[in-house]
């Protein structure tokens, strides 16, 4: 569904991807893990447009958007949770809903409102409030069903479980979790390695703007330098 | 020298001076003021009143004109120390306005039509009311202020200086008083402008609040702009530009503020460190691409 | 008298308020202050009252065709002086702006020269008498209309679509981006509605004052910038209530103290405002 070739790309001088290649399938949960600065986030802001790749090549859907602007994306199916959830603060929680699916022309948007309010109460308890006195993981949610709300084919995920307490970490990867059950292709973004492979089919390790490592969830589970570099000891134990 | 030349190189040396202090702000603070023009009103009056009312002789009277300048510019300093950009150019600018009410509406100012028969310098017995005598005062005086900013440059303020504008961070951490440098900095550019209304004042010999307001101010601005902001030569000869073109073309006259509105923008987007522009500051407001589209 | 005071006050804070709604707009979503908001109210009233005048057309119709002139003034002057200086240093289209207001005010002296128009339309304006203070039906008009325009556009912004994507785009235009919202879009739809109310104002004072005149915005854009600067810069209620205060404020400190120096109560309150709270009274946002 989504393939990445040889993708470089810079702040200003910088090179921070040099060379990316990855591909997502559909129906697929795949997770790009990493430490700290070695490009994750880049590379999803790559794929949506927010920094322009300088060489390869981004497909999606087979239709080359390496240099489609950003606000045509979701049109295309691809929905975007960025790093740090960004949610529209002084906007209520439904209005943030209703962004989300700004580009739906369809009239089931009310619907898809109410469906969301539904399985995450929260959501109709404070859908009159500003986004931005939600806690950190409501927000979270509110950031994901915002995305959801374009009905997305591809939905991206950007470091979900950032400054999130372990309760919380829990119930937004019991939502992932859910999604992948219902087929929702994913890429996923994290630094808590562990409980990104614990619900990814495929997984990437991105090391200062390079894949450094590939294969299937379980394969990097028991890798030994994943498990060296990002599974060692003193790592939060969410799933355990 | 024709009288109409001399007019017009005495004219040139005192948007020079303004332009060149109004420079000293924009260069080492980084900040734009749009009321520039108050202190050469400022100046302007005060060596007019010390003239006229308590016959001070000239230099006594531009001293004045420098000093009550000055102390107005370390009031309109301090709020600089808690603003920026913006919401600091609009204050500049509001003191602009107000000073320019206060001369218009005072008693002692002469309201709307100002002061007349203000006297013209008596010094060495030479007649000033001779263009060519007041354009040797003029030059001298310009001379003067463009010697003492050069020295201020290449003095070990001026590279203090420079590392506040660049770095306040880190100056600040280094132990630079910064607060301090910023208000000396306003003080001695109002400074200038001051010794520049004086000269002004007892150039033409009457003044009006018309000739110091925003319009001033901001075709002041317009001439640092032109000749790159921080630039020193630049100022120089964007004063020159702006103050000799206009009246070369006193036909278009109408299409004057025409002129610099557009100049303004076209500048901008043009070539936003002017003409002469170069080095960090103008780095500064340079375009930088945006990062991703 | 104080009563008449205020009520004058009100009357022209309310078109300050107008002004001030498109500098709060503008300066939420660019985070720059639109220097030339004086002129667009200026033109605002210059095309109703040329519409007026040579065309003698039916005064509401003129009224919306000056809103629409000062629209597509606002429109363009977005697309020729800001968009192409976007990413630069903030002073950079502060000053760019300020050359947009000399360019505009010089071109309007060139074409219609310095003199004050009349309005060409004359209205019957009686005056009510409101508990001992005579209320002119003008006064009524104005300030009627112009809370009508200020409590459309706090609906626009609360309840439609459009409104709450110029919201989200000026909290967050990346993540307004990711949304599918075309900022630029956003950002121009900003500068019409801004610009048509700056209109608006300017047609208001034309009537009010029974003068039109190229440099008719300079003051009123400046008064207008405090207005919102005291509410909160980038807050649209703060924006309505700076208006309203500061006419009150202006209107009160000519009766009661100066009338000379009625015009700087407004730069007064202005830096008065951003030295001892800068948030402004209903917090606005910094850039």
């Known amino acids: 569904m989504l ?6 790309s810079y702040y200003g001088h910088l090179h921070v991807l040099k060379g990316i290649s990855l591909h997502v399938r559909a129906g697929e949960v795949v997770t790009l893990i990493g430490a700290n600065g070695a490009g994750k986030t880049t590379t999803l802001r790559t794929i949506t447009g927010l920094v322009r790749p300088r060489q390869g090549s981004i497909s999606f859907l087979d239709r080359e958007i390496s240099r489609t602007p950003t606000d045509h994306l979701v049109g295309l199916g691809l929905a975007h949770v960025p790093e740090g959830r960004r949610v529209f603060s002084s906007l209520s929680v439904a209005a943030n809903l209703e962004m989300g699916a700004f580009c739906r022309t369809d009239g089931e948007v009310k619907r898809d409102l109410a469906a969301f309010q539904e399985r995450f109460p929260v959501l109709r308890e404070r859908a009159e409030q500003p986004a931005g006195t939600l806690s950190g993981g409501e927000q979270q949610l ?62 990437y390790v991105m090391e200062t703007g390079r894949i450094i490592l590939d294969g299937t969830a379980d394969e990097l589970l028991d890798h030994q330098e994943v498990k060296r570099a990002y599974l060692g000891k003193g790592y939060q134990e969410v799933w355990e | 020298m024709g009288d109409y030349l001399c007019h017009i190189a005495i004219m040139g040396g005192l948007y020079l001076i303004l332009a060149v202090s109004l420079n000293l702000i924009i260069g080492y603070t980084g ?47 301090i709020p600089t120390l808690r603003l920026k950009d913006d919401y600091l150019a609009i204050v500049t600018l509001g003191f602009g306005v107000i000073i320019d009410l206060i001369l218009l509406n005072l008693e002692i100012t002469g309201g709307p039509d100002g ?56 100056a600040q951490v280094m132990g630079i008083n910064t607060a301090a440098y910023k208000i000396i900095i306003f003080t001695l550019a109002a400074g ?94 340079t375009l930088r691409g945006t990062k991703d589209k | 008298m104080f009563l008449q005071q205020v009520l004058n006050g009100l009357t022209t804070g309310s078109v300050y308020a107008l002004i001030a709604l498109g500098y709060t707009m503008i300066y939420g979503i660019l985070g720059l202050i639109n220097f030339a908001q004086g002129e667009i109210y200026m033109a605002g009233a210059f095309v109703t009252v040329l519409l007026l005048e040579i065309y003698q057309l039916n005064f509401f119709v003129a009224f919306l065709l000056g809103m629409g002139g000062a629209a597509l003034l606002g429109v363009v002057l977005e697309r020729v002086a800001f968009r192409p200086l976007r990413g630069a240093h903030p002073l950079v289209p502060l000053i760019s702006a300020i050359g947009a207001s000399i360019f505009l005010q010089s071109l309007a ?28 039906s003008l006064q009524g008009a104005i300030l009627g209309s112009a809370l009508l325009f200020m409590a459309a556009l706090v609906l626009f912004v609360k309840y439609t ?25 956003m950002i121009s739809l900003t500068f019409l509605i801004g610009s048509a109310l700056s209109g608006a104002a300017g047609i208001m004072m034309a009537i009010y004052y029974n003068a039109t005149y190229p440099r008719m915005g300079l003051l009123p854009g400046l008064k207008a910038f405090s207005a919102a600067v005291l509410g909160g810069v980038g807050n649209i209620p703060g924006a309505i209530v700076g208006g309203l205060v500061l006419g009150v404020a202006e209107n009160l400190g000519a009766a009661y103290f100066s009338s000379g120096y009625k015009d700087g109560v407004a730069f007064a309150i202005l830096i008065l405002v951003l030295l001892v709270r800068p948030k402004g009274l209903l917090g606005g946002k910094s850039h």
């Open chain 2, 31 to 77: 900040q734009v003021s749009l009321g520039h023009a108050a202190f050469y009103g400022l100046g302007a009056y005060t060596s007019a009143l010390t003239a006229i009312h308590w016959h001070f002789p000239f230099p006594a009277a531009a001293g004045a004109a420098i000093i009550v300048a000055a102390l107005f510019g370390v009031g309109l300093g």
């Open chain 1, 142 to 203: 509110l950031a994901i069903c915002r995305a959801l709300m374009s009905r997305p084919q591809l939905l991206l995920l950007d470091e979900p479980s950032m400054g999130l307490s372990p309760l919380n970490i829990r119930v937004v990867y019991e939502v992932i979790a859910e999604l992948k059950a219902r087929g929702t292709t994913i890429l996923l973004i994290e630094q808590n390695a562990r409980a990104a492979l614990k619900v990814a089919d495929r997984g």
């Open chain 1, 3 to 8: 393939t990445l070739k040889s993708v470089h």
């Open chain 2, 115 to 170: 002061l007349i028969h203000i006297p013209a310098p008596r010094l060495f017995g030479l007649n000033y009311r001779d263009k060519e005598v007041y354009l040797v005062l003029t030059f001298l005086c310009v001379a003067f202020t463009l010697a003492l900013i050069h020295r201020l440059v290449s003095s070990r303020y001026g590279r203090a200086l420079k590392a506040i504008r660049d770095h306040e961070l880190t």
């Open chain 3, 109 to 136: 002296l060139l074409l219609f020269g310095p003199a004050d128009r009349s309005f060409p339309v004359q209205f019957d304006f009686a005056t009510i008498d409101l508990g001992g203070v005579p209320v002119s």
């Open chain 2, 192 to 285: 200038l402008a001051g010794l520049a209304g004086s000269l002004y004042a007892h150039y033409i010999t009457f003044i009006n609040p018309e000739s110091f307001g925003l319009h001033t101010s901001i075709l002041v601005l317009t001439m640092v702009v032109l000749g790159g902001m921080g630039s020193l030569l630049g100022s120089v000869i964007g004063a020159f530009v702006l103050t000799v073109l206009p009246e070369m073309l006193r036909t278009v006259a109408d299409y004057q503020d025409l002129a610099y509105g557009g100049l303004l923008i076209v500048m901008l987007i043009w070539r936003p460190q002017g003409l002469f522009g170069a080095g960090k500051l103008s780095r500064k407001f």
């Open chain 3, 161 to 185: 679509k459009f409104g709450k994507a110029i919201v989200a785009t000026s909290l967050d235009p990346d993540t307004a981006r990711l949304m599918g919202i075309n900022v630029d879009r």
